[in-house]
């Protein structure tokens, strides 16, 4: 995948993938380099969260229960459900589902033998009061666009 802004390439992180953040005060995912190259590896510091206070990812009690990349180019990463996680989706329903949009992106956009993405929170088909269930259990192929320009824009002329 090439990054361009005003169709000049930025220079990609080579080493490793791209993490991606919510930034909740501009409504936004954020990618992050990291030199974590392994699907299981990436989601165990994924689940790190953040290094910058200002972005958002999943509740640091949030664990990997297994990682797996099948033949169909599909991969299935299986999560912990925790009364954190129902909480912050019943705190933060928007908030939520961009959290989970950056963690599928994390995948698809950073190994191209994967297709699509399955989230599975030990079974649950929604988080908190019914939030993301569209996300959860259900094949996420790549997005087409991570954020939509129209958001980006209206912080170009801030």
Do not use: W
Request: proline share 7%; with cysteine; charged share 25%.
């Amino acid at each position: 995948m090439k990054v361009t802004v005003d169709g000049v390439a930025l220079e990609t992180n080579t080493s490793g993938h791209l993490f991606f953040f919510y930034d909740e005060d501009r409504d936004m995912l954020i990618a992050k380099p990291t030199n974590r190259v392994r699907p299981a590896d990436l989601l165990e510091a994924y689940l790190d969260g953040p290094d910058d206070p200002r972005l958002t990812g999943l509740p640091p009690d949030v664990e990997s229960l297994s990682v797996d990349l099948g033949d169909n180019e599909l991969l299935t990463l299986n999560l912990t459900f925790r009364d954190s996680l129902r909480s912050f989706a019943v705190d933060h329903p928007d908030s939520v589902r961009r959290v989970l949009e950056g963690l599928i992106a994390t995948f698809n956009t950073g190994f191209p033998e994967v297709g699509g993405v399955l989230l599975d929170f030990e079974g649950h088909d929604a988080l908190g009061l019914g939030q993301c269930p569209n996300l959860l259990n259900t094949v996420q192929p790549m997005p087409e666009l991570l954020n939509d320009e129209r958001l980006l824009s209206r912080y170009v002329e801030a």
